[in-house]
């Protein structure tokens, strides 16, 4: 298909169906220590990757709504509310018992359901993801916050009892940490904020949280439900310039978790800014590289298969995704014929269409960027070898598999984070492996191979060089039971549905010699209920 082709696929509104069409939603309150403050201020104009002919056939952004843009004041007055609601650990968030503040999160959730249409419906028009995915990244993330309460009964039912060593009596629990910071990324706006901001909350914390730049309107449905469901100033939301309100806020001291899902640049940036890092713990999924490798004696139907899910789903912005491919030059020809076919294969269109794998790009600049990429492969002696790759109109921009990449190539050590999939040719595996040494990143890579040694000889050194290796599949964050790191500039923390939880909390201990007059104490403020961290309640 042409360039023509691809503008083609772009509706005009009498053909967007009537369950998906929007009516532009301008937001102009947000949520600060319990209350909807109205905001007369300036706004920041939200346009859709989904472009509409205008009146001249020129293709345009569909405009979805507007969001405040605060300012530095107001930031430090969201800090402010997040402080004293935690009060120094002596508010009624970090003071309630874990059952009750379960219990506000399962009245969140429930409110949060009643949202489901529209949240779903905002993140295909905000960041042009197919419905499919939309509903999944919804559905995923109320997964996770039921997982996440599970765990956390769990957990405590594990501590909800006394230990007694070398004559000493004592009770091991978790307590939060203090004020979080947590700013969620545009690729999956919803649930990777939420793997956050879920645990954050539920551990007693109080939160100052950022909404991405695209991606920001969806989480405006769900505000009153924070609002309704947790203790005033336990949420409150911050929106703006990042360059604008995050510095004060930082520069204060006064956060005590800052996570973010987003750039190491970003990151470097803001832990700079705080006066004590030795008190700043950081929570942080960060840049990507993720490499595959194709051996030799590799099933080539399932690399093929697991290299286009896992390079490509969401047109390959996810930071799991599956960023560059090496493959053994003895069957490089063979996979990049099978592969190419493939990726040809893939449905462009709009993200309510059905079948649609290939969506408008939510950042305005993403296909430019793209497209010098592969004008810098192409001047270092690559090419496009799949029909029709790196064709683009507007937002839209055909997958392209780029072949040979090699040192030199900004396809080489750039994360791309969009649909291309640079190939790289190799002889021997210790090619491979010196990449990964190299690498800045150190997330996942995948090994593709049926000879078990030789996948053996891989895994030991690649697990001292990547957080995750996978056998014959794509690289992925889940299941979320599962440890979701990196290394290097991949990540900072550990996130997973029991990680996470600890992550946002410390493990504090109350404790006494063992004689009869202390046992005395310990049983009467038990007995009586006198304390809500010192306690043998049970969760059911």
């Known amino acids: 298909m042409n360039t023509q082709g691809l503008s083609q696929l772009f509706p005009t ?50 405009l979805v709504g507007s969001f405040p843009v605060t300012g530095p004041d107001e930031a430090l007055e969201a800090l402010n509310a997040a402080v004293e609601a935690y009060d120094n650990g002596r508010g009624e968030w970090p003071q309630m018992s874990v059952a009750d503040r379960i219990g506000c999160m399962e009245t969140f959730v429930g409110k949060m359901l009643e949202q489901k249409k529209l949240v779903v419906n905002l993140i295909m028009w905000e960041i042009g993801k197919n419905l499919a995915d939309s509903t999944k990244e919804f559905d995923r993330t109320v997964k996770y916050i039921y997982d996440t309460i599970d765990t956390l009964k769990t ?53 100052l949280f950022k909404t991405p ?77 993720n490499a595959a490798i194709i051996l030799p004696d590799a099933d080539l139907d399932v690399a093929v298969k697991e290299c286009l899910l896992g390079a490509l789903s969401f047109n390959g912005q996810r930071c ?118 190299t690498d800045d990143h150190g997330m996942q890579a995948s090994i593709f191979g049926t000879d078990t040694e030789k996948i053996a000889r891989l895994i030991d050194p690649l697990v001292n060089l990547v957080s995750r290796v996978n056998i014959n599949a794509q690289c992925q964050r889940g299941p979320d039971t599962f440890p979701f790191t990196g290394r290097k500039d991949s990540a900072e923390g550990t996130l997973s549905v029991e990680d996470a939880l600890r992550s946002f909390s410390i493990r504090s201990a109350v404790a006494t010699k063992d004689t009869p007059a202390n046992k005395e104490i310990l049983n009467d403020i038990v007995g009586n209920h006198k304390s809500e961290f010192l306690s043998t309640n049970f969760i059911f």
């Not at 009516?23 to 309150?29: F, L």
């Open 13 to 62: 509104e009498d053909q967007i169906p009537a369950d998906y069409r929007i009516e532009p939603i301008h937001q102009r309150e947000y949520l600060l220590n319990g209350e909807m403050r109205p905001w007369d201020g300036p706004v920041s104009e939200v346009f859709s990757p989904i472009c509409i002919p205008g009146a001249d056939g020129k293709l345009e952004r569909k």
């Open 213 to 289: 730049k695209h991606g920001s309107l969806l989480h405006y449905p769900l505000l009153e439900a924070f609002r309704t469901s947790f203790p005033k100033g336990v949420v409150n939301s911050l929106y703006g310039r990042g360059a604008n309100v995050i510095p004060p806020v930082m520069q204060s001291g006064k956060v005590n978790v800052l996570t973010l899902i987003g750039s190491s640049r970003v990151a470097d940036e803001l832990q700079r800014q705080h006066p004590k890092l030795n008190r700043l713990r950081s929570i942080m999924s960060l840049d990507a590289k």
């Open 320 to 437: 799991t995704a599956i960023k560059i491919v090496w493959v053994h030059r003895s069957v490089a020809d063979e996979f990049l014929k099978r592969f190419s076919a493939e990726v040809s294969k893939l449905k462009p269109g709009m993200p309510w269409s059905d079948g649609v794998q290939i969506t408008p790009l939510p950042e305005p600049g993403k296909p430019d960027y793209l497209a010098d990429c592969i004008q810098d492969a192409e001047a270092h002696g690559a090419s496009i070898v799949n029909e029709g790759g790196g064709e683009v109109s507007a937002s839209l921009f055909r997958p392209a598999v780029v072949y040979p990449v090699k040192e030199g190539m900004k396809l080489y050590r750039e994360e791309q984070f969009g649909p291309i999939i640079p190939v790289v040719p190799f002889d021997d595996v210790e090619e491979f492996i010196d990449y990964l040494i």
């Open 155 to 207: 957990m405590d039912r594990n501590s909800s009892r006394f230990r007694m060593e070398e004559g000493i009596i004592g009770q091991i629990r978790r307590s939060p940490l203090g004020v979080v910071l947590a700013m969620g990324p545009f690729n999956y706006p919803l649930n990777e904020t939420y793997t956050t901001l879920i645990p954050a909350i539920l551990m007693g914390n109080t939160i």
